[in-house]
DNA sequence: ATGGCGACGTAACGTCGA
């Protein structure tokens, strides 16, 4: 028998809001048979001690969390039954994490990382990851997502060295190419599409990182974010800036990814849909 | 169409996200 996992992230906008929403995700996915092994959330815009650990947990799953009152926080869920051993006890399910870049001082919680063992497979190192928005070029915020970008791709490489099963999923606020982006030509030059970004992009799949998206055939104008605004997600004006990076020994072992565009028609969405990657044995 | 939506904090709007 195949043995294989999914993993997912996610860009809830408010995990106090959302809830309910990853909640019903997590239970329509296990329902359909495709229950998400392990679900990397991020802007949780909640503090640790606020983190709806009894609900998540009552639901069969296990957290890791660095949370941040009003803006970003980050979440690692693994599903209980998928892990090797059935523990019920953090530590010894998140081996080794990591919160924040190491060496890199911020206040911001942007990074999440920890090896989980499911059963059947190989260790994997998971990497939560809401990298900054950078609001425009000219802004001291893209000059700080620069420097943050920089960071991460050194912190990545060791990281790869020491993990050579490693995962990077989360919201990048970067759309890669330009086939990432609804009307490339409003686009030129801005926030999430520019030059330093798509480099700095390119960068992290030097280290030996594939874009597991653009392994699979996908239909065109394939988007993870809609602005709230101008009804972007009624006219499929959005973006494809959420991803999951798979390290070369993961990449072999892929053999789907995905959007889910469901939850983005929810009452009350997130302006985000969740991503998944399917990890054989 | 440069604001429009939505969440947050603090208490009727400003700030931020992307």
Avoid at 127 to 156: C, H, I, R
Avoid at 197 to 210: K, T, V
Wanted: glycine content about 4%.
């Amino acid at each position: 028998m195949t043995k294989s996992v999914r993993i997912a992230a996610w860009n809830v906008n408010s995990l106090k809001v959302r809830l309910p929403q990853v909640l019903r995700w997590l239970g329509e996915q296990a329902k359909a048979d495709k229950p998400i092994d392990a679900l990397c959330l991020q802007e949780l815009k909640m503090s640790d001690d606020k983190y709806p650990h009894r609900e998540l947990e009552a639901a069969g799953y296990l957290n890791l969390v660095a949370g941040q009152k009003t803006y970003n926080g980050v979440a690692i869920i693994v599903r209980r039954s998928a892990l090797a051993s059935m523990s019920s006890d953090i530590e010894t399910t998140f081996i080794n994490p990591i919160r924040n870049i190491p060496g890199n001082a911020d206040e911001q919680q942007r990074i999440l990382a920890a090896t989980v063992c499911f059963s059947g497979l190989q260790p994997l190192r998971l990497v939560s990851a809401y990298f900054p928005n950078g609001q425009s070029p000219d802004s001291d915020k893209f000059a700080y997502k620069l420097g943050w970008l920089t960071a991460l791709e050194n912190w990545l490489k060791v990281e790869l060295a020491n993990n050579p099963r490693l995962a990077l999923l989360g919201d990048f606020n970067i759309a890669p190419s330009d086939i990432d982006v609804h009307d490339p030509s409003k686009w030129i030059g801005q926030n999430l599409v520019s030059v330093d970004e798509r480099a700095a992009f390119q960068r992290l799949i030097d280290l030996g990182l594939s874009d597991s998206f653009r392994m699979f055939e996908q239909v065109p104008k394939s988007f993870s974010w809609w602005d709230y605004r101008m009804m972007g997600f009624r006219r499929n004006a959005g973006m494809r800036i959420d991803h999951i990076l798979l390290s070369d020994a993961l990449k072999t072992k892929c053999s789907a990814s995905l959007i889910d565009k469901e939850p983005r028609k929810w009452e009350q969405p997130s302006d985000h849909a969740p991503i998944i990657a399917e990890i054989q044995a």
